[in-house]
């Protein structure tokens, strides 16, 4: 599967954005997915994760340093996951990646990988 992560830009403290990752050659729908981001100088970090069942709702996790302010969700009719981001901080600040094949906080566990969308906050 081919993901390509959008929506990335730049805004002020507090503001929102919604990055979006549309997922092309196979449905998204029948893979966990994640987001990550990487700061200049400091390793990728895991964001959040949704998971994929047939038969429940899919369930999702999150880094400390973004939850309450930040969500994932994922439409599988339009084949695209998605991480809205509010009340956004300047440490918020990283190139963010989407990722499907797994729900795990380490990115090694994922098989597919999109290209990076810019995220800058500023004070």
């Known amino acids: 599967v081919q993901l390509q992560a959008s929506g990335g830009g730049l805004v002020q403290a507090g503001g929102s954005l919604r990055l979006s990752c549309a997922a092309s050659?196979?449905?998204?729908?029948?893979?966990?997915m994640g987001w990550f981001r990487q700061a200049p100088g400091k390793e990728r970090e895991f964001v959040a994760a949704?998971?994929?069942?047939?038969?429940?709702?899919?369930?999702?996790y999150y880094a400390d340093s973004v939850k309450g302010r930040f969500t994932i969700s994922r439409d599988n009719s339009k084949n695209t996951g998605y991480l809205q981001m509010n009340s956004l901080k300047p440490e918020d600040t990283a190139v963010y990646y989407c990722?499907?094949?797994?729900?795990?906080?380490?990115?090694?566990?994922?098989?597919?990988w999109g290209q990076g969308t810019q995220v800058t906050v500023s004070s």
């Open positions: 949704i998971s994929w069942s047939r038969w429940s709702s899919s369930i999702t």
């Open positions: 050659g196979r449905t998204l729908s029948s893979y966990p």
């Open positions: 990722a499907a094949g797994s729900v795990s906080t380490k990115g090694k566990d994922y098989n597919y």
